[in-house]
């Protein structure tokens, strides 16, 4: 995965969309029909989004029978951000707090240490 192309895939509105209902229903995933009907989307046209959004390495696919199930890859969405934040504010760790606070609202202040 480039930073480019899954920037690039996400640039788009539905794949954007498609993305976060998929990081919202992880680990199980969502059936590549069932995307469609919640986006509201014709079946072909969500396919060719989950193909970009595959290319880009951002989502994974898993045959269960007759449905194929997408997931959020989350290693590849970890790896994206850390690019994006390597040398955030300068290497000014005080200026980057917030934001680093922003994406871990998983942890408390105190609990952060262990969340590494």
Request: net charge neutral; glycine share 4%.
């Amino acid at each position: 995965m480039t930073a480019v192309t899954a920037l690039a895939a996400l640039a788009q509105t539905t794949r954007l969309e498609t993305f976060r209902l998929l990081v919202r229903n992880e680990p199980e995933g969502v059936p590549a029909g069932e995307l469609a009907r919640l986006l509201d989307i014709p079946q072909n046209t969500m396919s060719a989004h989950l193909a970009t959004l595959s290319r880009a390495g951002l989502v994974t696919s898993e045959r269960q029978s007759r449905s194929i199930i997408y997931r959020a890859n989350l290693d590849n969405l970890r790896d994206l951000t850390l690019f994006l934040l390597k040398d955030c504010c300068g290497g000014s760790a005080e200026l980057c707090a917030p934001l680093i606070a922003e994406l871990a609202p998983c942890c408390a202040p105190a609990e952060r240490a262990s969340c590494n």
